[in-house]
């Protein structure tokens, strides 16, 4: 079945440790995004993909980064996590084309001690 | 540049009534519109969208939606609501020449009564 998942979907991690948020998508979709959200809240574009060895920081700035050497993956990684990155993830993904609809993942949150 | 309002920040109506959730967009263009819900501890799902055509937009669920270009609105609605349509909903907007970037609205949260 085509779909998008990210895993952990929960991670509780300390100050200082690298980590890396997973993203697969099965839809064969060019474009991927990395969106932030606090819970309840709006959403925050922070990297996106308009395909393989394409990505682009959005508009909210980050210190994570991303890697996009299959068409199917997306990882994000912060090299050294804070608590202030302590966030909603979620990843996306879009056909090619203009005016299409993003499908979203379940969604890592991430807490950091 | 683009931009989504969404004025309420919560919506409450009682199960059987009619609901409606507000969106109002400014964009450069003709814009591309869609209606997200999010439930709890999940991710985004697309309920419609507006492209072109029709003002009037069937989605998931019962769900429509009624472009406005006058008005720049985008409002969503359903004609009788569910307990089960609570959640957060989210507008957004793209426009439809040049740029990438789709902009989400704050969110709604709709609340409904049994």
């Known amino acids: 079945e085509a779909d998008i998942y990210q895993t952990p979907r929960y991670l509780v991690i300390g100050t200082g440790k690298k980590i890396t948020l997973e993203c697969s998508q099965t839809?064969?979709?060019?474009?991927m995004y990395w969106y932030q959200q606090d819970p309840g809240m709006e959403l925050h574009l922070i990297h996106y993909s308009y395909g393989v060895n394409s990505t682009e920081k959005g508009d909210l700035s980050s210190e994570s980064t991303v890697s996009r050497i299959r068409t199917e993956h997306f990882p994000l990684t912060l090299e050294s996590a804070r608590p202030s990155h302590t966030s909603q993830y979620l990843c996306?993904?879009?056909?090619?084309?203009?005016?299409?609809?993003?499908?979203f993942g379940p969604g890592t949150r991430l807490t950091v001690t | 540049a683009q931009s989504v309002a969404q004025p309420e920040d919560q919506v409450n109506v009682a199960e059987g009534n009619p609901l409606t959730v507000k969106c109002t967009y400014s964009?450069?263009?003709?814009?591309?519109l869609f209606w997200y819900v999010q439930y709890p501890n999940r991710g985004l799902q697309f309920l419609l969208k507006?492209?072109?055509?029709?003002?009037l937009v069937k989605g998931s669920y019962g769900f429509e939606a009624e472009f406005n270009k006058s008005q720049t609105s985008f409002h969503l609605k359903k004609p009788s609501a569910l307990v089960s349509d609570s959640a957060l909903y989210f507008c957004a907007v793209r426009a439809n020449t040049g740029g990438f970037k789709t902009i989400f609205g704050a969110g709604t949260r709709l609340f409904v009564k049994a």
């Open positions: 839809m064969g979709h060019d474009k």
């Open positions: 964009v450069s263009g003709n814009p591309y």
């Open positions: 507006y492209i072109t055509g029709d003002n």
């Open positions: 996306a993904s879009s056909e090619y084309e203009t005016g299409r609809e993003q499908y």
